[in-house]
């Protein structure tokens, strides 16, 4: 959230130099709007480089805070990774971050993380993989309708964060660590073999 608003902050100020260089000098207003073009986006790009490599935070929790909106609800933490879920009310969302000597660090640009796809990708839940490492995460949802919802494990004896509704909706969410994840994975979802 601070790498936001300081790029929120900068933005600003270039949009008001911009306003400025309109009304003093319009003879040379295509060159000083392609500089201030060229600024925004260099502003917009440089972070996604520099930042994983220079910065680095005491907690998962630090570098979801500088990089996100939100309020943390829980950590699962990987052999090399972490996984920081928001859950509010129907909302459910991921942050992954690298975890080196005990430092956690934002993920390269476009290497964040992605959807596991093994050769039978109907899974009933979803599998994330952080990229350059062997963390995967387990994670998905369930609606309780009439059913009250008794517990979710799997076959790795994972232990599981699970988030209760804080609405009448019924939409439980849960998520996992799983070291050493292969196609022989299932959960068990209310009794019931998943996977």
Known sequence: MIGFLIRIIVLMFLLFVLIRFFHVNLKKRSVKISFVILAIVILEIIPLFVDPVLLSFKSAESAYHYACIGNVSGVIEGKRSAMVISADNSNFNLFFCAKKNG????LKAFSSMDDYEPDDINLPYEVAHVENTSDYYVYDYWFSGEDAFT????????KFMIFAPKTSDGIYSFATYVPDYASDYYIILNGEKIG
Not at 103 to 106: G, H, M, N, S
Not at 151 to 158: A, P
């Open 151 to 158: 517990g979710v494990s799997d076959s790795r004896n994972s």
């Open 103 to 106: 430092r956690y660090k934002l």
